[in-house]
Each structure stands twice: as C-alpha cells, then as structure tokens.
C-alpha cells in the first residue's frame, strides 16, 4: 500500500518556504491562491530536464531528487529537497528550459505557482531579488556536496551522506543531539539512498544499538554527528552495505 502524506494547505506552504519569506502577507495570499496543489507518487516524473518552465514548484510534504544523466546515460543526484524548499526558480527568472529532471523520492505534495504569477511578484519585490540571490551561492555548494556524499558504493555511507544533508536543512539543535524536524520511513531512506528497505533497516538498528541515532514515531535524532560523518568499518559486517 502506497504511503500518502497529507495534503498541507496551499498557505501553509507557502508560509513554510524560507526563499518566499520576504514576501509580505498579500502577496503570499496571492501566490497561496493563484498556485494549484499536485501530488506525485513515488518515482514520480514531476519533470524532465529541456521542458520550459511552466511553474515554480514549492515542495509542502515528502521530499524530491533533481538528477541529470552523465555522457554514459547515467542517472546523477544533483539535489535533494523537501518541505518548505523550491524547485525550478532560476530557470523560470532567466526564462530557459529547466535543467535537471525532478523526480519523487517519496510520496509528495507540492505547489505549482505559474511562472508568469512567480515572475511578477518577483520584479517587483526587490527585497524577495535580494533573497533569491543570496540563495544561489549555499545550493550549488550543497549540490556539489551531495554530489560527492552520495558517489559512495557503500549504503552506510550513502545513507550517512544523506542524513548529514538532511540535519544541515531541517535539523534542530536538541542538548546534544540533533533533531530531523521532518518524519522519514525507513522506505523513505532506502529510496533517497537507492538501497532496499531491509538494508535500510539493518543500518538503522545497527546505529541505534551503537547510540548514534534515536528515532520515535519517524522521527530521527541524531545523537553522534562525528560517526555519520566517518566511513564506515571495513569489517565483514558493512560488506554488503
């Protein structure tokens, strides 16, 4: 049975998305109702590199994989995004053809602001500019992060990389842990680290017995941050991992 998350409201969404808070409280509700919600199920095409921007997307639930193919035909994970962050931004300011192919990862909720809606509130705002511009700079670094986190062979370090990723948008400082404000199924990580489920879960309960992560009801905390950021043994025991 799929797993479908709930739908947000459209402004809730949108209230929720760091790029549109310099937007004042009229033009979020402008956006909040000329915007349509979609839903996309996992693996999902929501689209593919070359279409024109038709929209900018605002991720509200479940999280979502931009990718490119390499010269060999290969799939390559460029980003990974989830709830409060946009998709499609840049293409639609400078009016080219999107660039990566987006993708479901999970089961996701998301808004579809029409790019000439996104586009007028935008040339009118120069705070929101400002806010856009500064933006660049931290996602292609992240990008380039992820890019390198998730070239591994190894799912340990594959679901590693991911997870440090995950904390750096959406952790929340906890005494000395850190807290994913953002459930996750151990379905949800297999399919962000391209692993099976039952893999997933051998990693999980192996770094929940060694005290490095805690979770309840979907909810992970990280409590050793040093360890996820170290490759893993080269015992037997990550052999298969």
């Known amino acids: 049975m799929k797993q479908v998350p709930n739908r947000p409201t459209n402004l809730s969404v949108i209230e929720s998305c760091g790029l549109l808070a310099a937007l004042d409280a009229t033009e979020k509700q402008r956006l909040a109702g000329e915007c349509s919600a979609a839903h996309a199920d996992r693996g999902d095409i929501i689209w593919l590199a070359g279409a024109p921007a038709g929209f ?3 991720l509200g639930a479940g999280f979502v994989k931009m990718t490119k193919n390499s010269s060999q035909g290969a799939e390559i994970a460029i980003e990974l995004l989830g709830p409060g962050q946009c998709i499609g931004v840049l293409a639609a ?3 080219r053809p999107l660039p990566l192919t987006a ?3 999970t ?3 998301y808004l579809r602001i029409p790019t000439h809606v ?5 040339n009118k705002n120069s705070a929101f500019k400002d806010q856009v511009v500064r933006s660049i700079g931290p996602r292609l670094r992240k990008a380039h992060d992820m890019m390198s986190r998730l070239s591994s062979g190894r799912v340990a370090e594959r679901m590693a990389a991911v997870m440090t990723i995950l904390m750096d948008t959406y952790g929340e400082r906890r005494g000395s842990g850190v807290r994913l404000t953002v459930p996750l199924t151990r379905q949800d990580l297999a399919e962000l680290t391209g692993t099976t489920v039952e893999t997933a879960i051998r990693v999980m309960s192996r770094w929940q017995k060694e005290g490095v992560i805690s979770t309840e009801r979907q909810i992970i905390t990280v409590l050793r941050e040093d360890v996820l950021g170290e490759a893993p043994p080269s015992s037997a025991q990550w052999a298969d991992l």
Not at 118 to 122: S, V
């Open 103 to 105: 993708s479901a990862v």
């Open 107 to 109: 089961g996701v909720w």
């Open 118 to 122: 996104f586009l007028e509130i935008y």
């Open 56 to 58: 900018v997307g605002v």
């Open 93 to 95: 300011i400078e009016g």
